[in-house]
């Protein structure tokens, strides 16, 4: 129960939601911006991130720290950039949990 209050916390910011959702289909939702690698092999730079959601830096990391701490999230460090995908697995298990939680049959 603890890890499902915790990830309904995380959840509960509309800019983590959106980012969650920007990276379902980051060729879409990051059209139009560039980064060294495509969005594919390691996802999207945190600056990417920082820019779509009009925040500061430190806050962008804290948003992708409390995604990434709930494992909605992977990041890979490359040289001197963080990029972040979504790890699907996770997300899923969460809902999963929240619907079996509140007895929801699907």
């Known amino acids: 129960m603890t890890e499902l209050n915790e990830a309904l916390k995380v959840l509960s910011s509309p800019t983590r939601r959106a980012v969650l959702g920007w990276l379902k289909n980051p060729n879409k939702s990051f059209d139009g911006y560039t980064q060294l690698y495509d969005f594919g092999v390691y996802g999207v730079c945190a600056s990417l991130i920082q820019d779509k959601a009009g925040l500061s830096q430190p806050a962008t990391s804290i948003c992708l720290k409390a995604l990434h701490d709930q494992g909605f999230v992977k990041a890979t460090k490359v040289g001197k950039w963080t990029y972040y995908q979504r ?20």
Do not use: K, W, Y
Request: hydrophobic share 45%; charged share 25%; glycine share 4%.
């Open 87 to 106: 790890n699907e697995e996770q997300i899923i298990a969460s809902l999963s949990s929240l619907l079996g939680d509140i007895e929801v049959d699907l």
